[in-house]
């Protein structure tokens, strides 16, 4: 018995426990028989998906783990087999609710969608737990799934939330299932498919996630309700201002757009030497400033959590380059928008990309992890650096 609870409960009390929050958090509540209905039709298709998994490892020769199908093996089953099948079950345990009439408001996307996941998630961390009850990187895998599952729900729940009036997705569900979906593939592998190490890979893509999940469920709940207040003083009052009171969904997209003069290509191809150029001397902070602490960078292994530091402290220069390099650019350009800004770190990524993918092509996948991310704290460094209007 005591056996059966190590596994059973670190699996479904949290998953419960936070699905009870969600729907705590609607206002108007949903009728409890649908929210839980959804949640047992998510872990119903859960345990399908994890069974399908099993026999298609077993058919193809294809499995998750790096280590028992390499590493273009493991992208492969995990992007083009796993990863769509789940989003796209979660989709199908929300359905019903989504074409029935208690969903009628925007933030029900949101409610529904975080359920359904959290429903995938309880299974998925029992089975997880039952097949390797020692250890303890596993409970910190189990953990890392239930808001990672929340999360990328949550992007495709804003989507059906928009969509509530007219009862079918439009475009914009497509696109944002179809990033959920690159989003899980990239942190199943980071998480199960390669060694502990690499579990620091997965933190700044739950964040960029986290952040844009934030971002939709505050913009369904704010819908009708669009009052914007814009900040003056100091910069630094500016930078306190937007921390406490980020701006909506709406005026992000404002700010990335120009409609009323054409682009400043000067500015995007400035811009992109300023972000690598800033990028460089991160990456030159941070290994003089390991070499300061006596880091030994050639004994990262990512079998190992504990060597991992020097790799955490290189992510850190180049994280602190982006909203630094964005800063300036609006700065010295005086643009309004954030739109050069944003496709100037947007270059400079991909330049980043192509060499990562030449040079050393596991690379490209922590690379991508990490690109969201960065590329939001540019657009935030240029969102203080714009000049107030």
């Known amino acids: 018995m005591i056996e059966v609870l190590r596994w059973l409960l670190p699996a479904i009390v949290p998953a419960v426990l936070a699905a009870w ?55 492969v089953f995990l992007f083009f087999f796993v990863a769509p099948m789940r989003e796209a079950l979660k989709v199908a345990a929300v359905w019903p609710a989504f074409r029935s009439k208690h969903f009628d408001e925007p933030y029900d996307g949101v409610v529904y969608s975080s359920t359904a996941a959290l429903g995938f998630a309880a299974v998925e961390n029992a089975m997880v737990l039952h097949d390797h009850p020692v250890g303890a990187v596993w409970i910190a895998r189990a953990l890392l799934a239930l808001p990672a599952h929340v999360f990328f729900a949550t992007t495709w729940g804003y989507a059906l939330g928009r969509a509530k009036q007219a009862k079918r997705p439009g475009a914009i569900f497509w696109g944002a299932w179809l990033v959920a979906t690159l989003a899980h593939g990239l942190y199943e592998h980071f998480v199960y498919g390669r060694g502990p190490g690499a579990l620091v890979g997965v933190l700044p893509l739950l964040f960029g996630m986290g952040v844009l ?177």
């Not at 509540?29 to 209905?37: D, K, L, N």
């Not at 077993?58 to 273009?72: E, I």
């Open 213 to 389: 999940a934030w971002f939709a469920r505050s913009d369904l709940q704010q819908r009708g309700d669009r009052a914007s207040i814009s900040p003056t003083g100091s910069r630094l009052s500016r930078v306190s201002f937007y921390i406490s009171q980020p701006p909506s969904l709406r005026t992000v997209r404002a700010a990335l757009r120009r409609a009323d003069q054409p682009i400043m290509i000067r500015w995007i191809v400035i811009g992109a030497l300023v972000t690598m150029g800033a990028m460089l001397a991160g990456l030159a902070g941070s290994i003089a400033a390991g070499h300061w602490f006596n880091f030994d960078f050639s004994a990262v292994d990512e079998r190992d959590v504990a060597t991992t530091a020097p790799v955490l402290l290189l992510g850190a220069g180049v994280l602190l380059a982006f909203p630094f390099s964005g800063f300036l650019i609006a700065r010295a350009s005086g643009l309004p928008t954030l739109l050069e800004p944003a496709l100037a770190s947007a270059l400079a990524l991909v330049l980043v990309m192509i060499a990562l993918g030449l040079a050393a092509p596991i690379a490209l996948v922590f690379g991508l992890a990490f690109s969201p991310i960065l590329w939001g704290l540019a657009c935030f460094g240029a969102w203080v650096g714009r000049p107030a209007r």
């Open 21 to 75: 929050l969600v729907y705590r958090s609607d206002k108007e509540r949903e009728p409890p028989r649908v929210v839980v209905g959804t949640f047992l039709f998510a872990a119903l298709l859960a345990a399908g998906a994890m069974f399908l998994e099993k026999k298609a490892a077993v058919f193809t020769g294809l499995d998750a783990r790096v280590s028992a199908a390499g590493s273009a093996g493991s992208l």
